[in-house]
């Protein structure tokens, strides 16, 4: 028993001995570092802390209980009056109205009033009050919101000016620096936290111009809303979201950043909702495949997989097969990219658009359209601009059908066939009759029904041209053959078929 102390004091000295080593070291080359974290951020947050609010929201939603039985009570029992309460006795009303209550962050942009904060935070508020630090409170009233970007701005009646916070340039911070979260976790009142950013442009999934800043500084239920501020108090990046399985803080937080939260947060503030840009083109990611169908050398851009009818695309600027390379002088590696530019890009304006069409660059001139009218006309025929049979051609159904190509079995598209299989008039192409299971066209979902309207840019007829066509590209050799290919309604989309 006499030897485990001493073995135990014999480990402590061992230890400190390589801690006041390690620490020396470390002292050595500290020196050498070109920075290191804020010593404190408390004089960076004295400042900005009365910008900060909490929210406070209450919706009255009907009760789903009020029909469920009511508990039996032993007679006579002191927590009767609870029960009575709580539920509804013999011959009271059903479906009471309920009020919800739930809490958030925000931060005031100008001193009149406008407060920023997340949609989810507000969103089916029957009645919301702004919590300042100085103990006083305002009720608000929604300006506007925007889904896409999950905010919203608020406005209260200040009766005099109040402290607000600028908006800073997410675009220059980098990975490693410094931020700091103020918001209302857990309910709890302001609350300070520091981390440094993690990540730039994440996509978690969350919406169509995802390019979030991820953060290791904690962010908690509450901190929805609040801001993100770099080290010299500017706001860089609105809290909007935590990867958790708990719903609390595991040091991977999401914030939205300025550069794309500014353009949302003025057009509601000006028009009261958002007035984004619109291309009026359905796209799809340009794969490896697609990449090597086509020759490029590396994939990137957007692959244009339809134009939409009523749409800015009028005069054929840009048609389906098209490859986006370059929006108003911003490089487009990915559909993202593309999305973002346009949503940002003001409405009316005329703009340069760079694309691979035929394996070569050219550059069209097109005038953006809006994007919120836009959506009005999403599900509008599709205008594949392509050639499809001519109207002096013969009879299809003098057509016979083909041989198996590419595992698929095909026909001309007669009036016969485009009833039986419900194809839509405006569609024309080389149908489906036939997939072979487990062949190319297989994995790749191509389905009885399926209309062929071009491959490799080339559009096609009869199955004759998808033959010919394909053994085309075989000769050229290519390993796979981009196909253009219509549903029964006219939607496009483009897959890429391994040539045996």
């Known amino acids: 028993m006499s030897t485990r102390p001493k073995i135990f004091r014999g480990l402590v000295l061992a230890a400190a001995t390589a801690l006041l080593l390690n620490n020396t070291a470390l002292a050595e080359t500290a020196t050498s570092r070109p920075a290191a974290g804020p010593p404190s951020v408390a004089d960076l947050?004295?400042?900005?802390?009365?910008?900060?609010?909490?929210?406070?929201?209450?919706?009255?939603?009907?009760?789903?209980?009020?029909?469920?039985?009511?508990?039996?009570?032993?007679?006579?029992?002191?927590?009767?009056?609870?029960?009575?309460?709580?539920?509804?006795?013999?011959?009271?009303?059903?479906?009471?109205?309920?009020?919800?209550?739930?809490?958030?962050?925000?931060f005031i942009i100008d001193p009149a009033g406008f407060i920023v904060t997340n949609n989810h935070v507000i969103q089916d508020a029957d009645d919301i009050e702004i919590?300042?630090?100085?103990?006083?409170?305002?009720?608000?009233?929604?300006?506007?919101?925007?889904?896409?970007?999950?905010?919203?701005?608020?406005?209260?009646?200040?009766?005099?000016?109040?402290?607000?916070?600028?908006?800073?340039?997410?675009?220059?911070?980098?990975?490693?620096?410094?931020v700091m979260v103020v918001g209302n976790p857990f309910g709890l009142g302001v609350s300070v936290s520091v981390g440094v950013v993690s990540a730039r442009g994440r996509n978690i999934n969350a919406g169509p111009y995802d390019s979030f800043i991820q953060t290791d500084a904690?962010?908690?239920?509450?901190?929805?809303?609040?801001?993100?501020?770099?080290?010299?108090?500017?706001?860089?990046?609105?809290?909007?979201?935590?990867?958790?399985?708990?719903?609390?803080?595991?040091?991977?937080?999401?914030?939205?950043?300025t550069e794309l939260a500014m353009n949302v947060v003025n057009?509601?503030?000006?028009?009261?909702?958002?007035r984004r840009g619109w291309l009026?083109?359905?796209?799809?990611?340009?794969?490896?495949?697609?990449?090597?169908?086509?020759k490029m050398e590396r994939p990137h851009g957007a692959l244009v997989s339809g134009i939409i009818e009523g749409g800015p695309i009028a005069k054929g600027e840009i048609k389906a097969g098209d490859i986006i390379i370059r929006f108003d002088g911003s490089d487009v590696a990915e559909i993202r990219d593309l999305m973002r530019v346009v949503g940002e890009s003001p409405v009316g304006k005329a703009v340069d658009v760079v694309i691979i069409r035929d394996g070569k660059e050219q550059t069209v001139r097109v005038t953006?359209?809006?994007?919120?009218?836009?959506?009005?006309?999403?599900?509008?025929?599709?205008?594949?601009?392509?050639?499809?049979?001519?109207?002096?051609?013969?009879?299809?159904?003098?057509l016979p059908a083909s041989d198996v190509v590419l595992g698929m079995k095909l026909a001309v598209l007669d009036a016969d066939r485009r009833k039986s299989f419900g194809i839509a008039e405006g569609v024309e192409g080389v149908v489906v009759t036939e997939v072979q299971p487990n062949s190319a066209a297989a994995e790749r979902r191509v389905a009885a029904g399926d209309v062929i309207v071009e491959i490799g840019q080339e559009a096609m007829a009869t199955p004759d041209d998808v033959s010919a066509r394909v053994e085309e590209l075989k000769n050229d050799g290519r390993r796979n053959a981009l196909l253009m290919i219509a549903n029964k309604t006219g939607e496009l989309r483009f897959v890429t078929v391994q040539m045996e």
């Open 267 to 274: 057009q509601l503030k000006e028009f009261g909702e958002t």
């Open 368 to 398: 953006l359209g809006r994007l919120e009218d836009g959506e009005q006309l999403a599900n509008a025929p599709v205008n594949e601009n392509g050639e499809g049979a001519k109207p002096n051609e013969p009879p299809a159904a003098q």
């Open 131 to 178: 919590n300042f630090s100085d103990g006083s409170t305002l009720k608000a009233k929604l300006v506007g919101t925007d889904t896409k970007t999950d905010l919203a701005l608020l406005k209260v009646e200040p009766k005099k000016p109040l402290k607000a916070v600028s908006f800073g340039d997410s675009r220059k911070i980098r990975i490693g620096d410094w």
């Open 45 to 106: 947050a004295e400042g900005l802390l009365d910008a900060v609010v909490n929210i406070s929201i209450s919706q009255n939603v009907k009760s789903d209980d009020d029909d469920a039985p009511m508990p039996q009570v032993p007679e006579g029992s002191p927590h009767q009056e609870f029960f009575d309460e709580f539920f509804k006795g013999q011959g009271g009303e059903s479906n009471r109205p309920r009020t919800v209550n739930s809490l958030g962050s925000g």
């Open 280 to 294: 009026g083109v359905r796209i799809q990611p340009v794969t490896d495949d697609i990449a090597e169908s086509l």
């Open 218 to 257: 904690a962010i908690n239920r509450g901190n929805s809303g609040g801001p993100l501020f770099n080290m010299q108090g500017e706001v860089i990046g609105i809290n909007t979201a935590i990867l958790s399985q708990t719903g609390m803080s595991v040091g991977i937080g999401f914030a939205v950043p």
